[in-house]
């Protein structure tokens, strides 16, 4: 009987020792799978997710796929981390998620696995450690987390509360450190506009100017470039996208111009400034010089703006001038895009320079459909001109190869006659003329563009590069 009684206690010792080494080989599993460096149960804890534990009352008994999973009733038995008023009692079961991490619902696979059946069901009476989020559209739940879940025991809850605690302080870590940067970054703008108003002849820069108004910024750029909305305009061109006193530019240049949105306040700004173009609804300024033109409103700036403009009204003819060069800005700026859009290049020649061609003429067509004043201003327009000149003399460099003979790139010559070679060398020598006379190409660009070496043996390749004013 003591020999039983022995055995019996040594059986439970050794099933105990058994179990822990079961539920630490277990523990393993869920815990230490890492996402950029730290556990999951970290990462939920410095993202603000709710640790609880939950028994299973029931599950919802319909066929379930990956992407719409399975709701659980829970039964609460504690909340670790969370507003303990919360009712998660109604639970939707995510699945885990098997891919690594950064794959998202592009991937290839993602599709399959979506509409997969759901196999992940959990027993009715498990008890269990949840990561998740309360959602309250349509109807009050708690999202289960896939990966922040497992079965419950003490030591997996001690576990999961001291990953838990870390990323809890990871989080305010952070937090102090931006509202520390912010703040930093805050006094040195507010420092920055400072100098700004100290250097700026403010009633100069209001005669100067040709938009006088108050505005939020709403995108920053890249530090370059703000996009604003301006609620006030004082002065300037109403162009026809001014409408409800909502009135949207963007100014390019001056990189520490932009400090806004302290903390996303939105402060409002007096801007005076420059009209530079006009792109869909959105009109293009630029800065005055010594990149002043961009002042943090106070109420003594608002009051000097306004007694300013309305003592100096815009001049009619000086507003119509500046409508017309912002629609000439806009146009020029849509034609630029054509001829830059899709660069393009074809082992066949003659399919070359007819994607090209058919380019420059579809410009040609959409200036020469608009008002006759626009056409030869757009020409001017430097980065119109710019496009054109590359344009024109890629085909010129086409035009120079065929006359060899040559119909495809990497290809050999074939024999022409000597009648199609020179006009083929004509066309090259007429194109490169025409991608000269936009006044933006080097005379050492043209020497050394490749191809056009085929030409140096004409005379008209002389007279053309006198032609280049450097």
Known sequence: MQVMKLGLIASIIFSSV????????????????????????????????????????????????????????????????????????????RPRWPFEWGICGNDSRFPKWDAALFTEYPNVGDRFLLTGHQVESPRSLFVVDGKGRMLYSKKRESYAKRCYEKGVLTARKAKAEAEAKEKKRVAAAKAFWKSKLAKADLPGLFADSELVGIGRVRILNSGSVARFEVTELLRGPRLKEYRDNAYFGEVHGGANAFLADYSGQKPLFLLVLRAKGQYGNTIMYELMPGELGIFLLTDELRSQARAWCRDNPLDPSLEKAIVERCEVGNTARNVTYILKASPWKSKSLEAEERKLAKKVKGVNRFLGNGPAWKEPLVREDEQFRTALGEIQLKRSVIWALRSTGLADRGGKSADISSMEAASYRTRAFELLGEAVSTRTLSRKRVENEEGLDLLNDDARWLEILRSIQE
Request: no cysteine.
């Open 18 to 93: 058994v179990s822990a080494q079961e539920e630490d080989r277990d523990l393993d599993k869920p815990v230490e799978e890492l996402l950029f460096g730290t556990t999951i149960w970290e990462r939920q804890g410095s993202s603000g997710a709710d640790l609880i534990v939950a028994e299973v009352i029931s599950v919802e008994k319909r066929p379930a796929t990956n992407a719409k999973p399975p709701h659980v009733k829970l039964k609460v038995i504690r909340v670790i981390f969370g507003d303990g008023k919360i009712d998660r009692s109604n639970a939707v079961w």
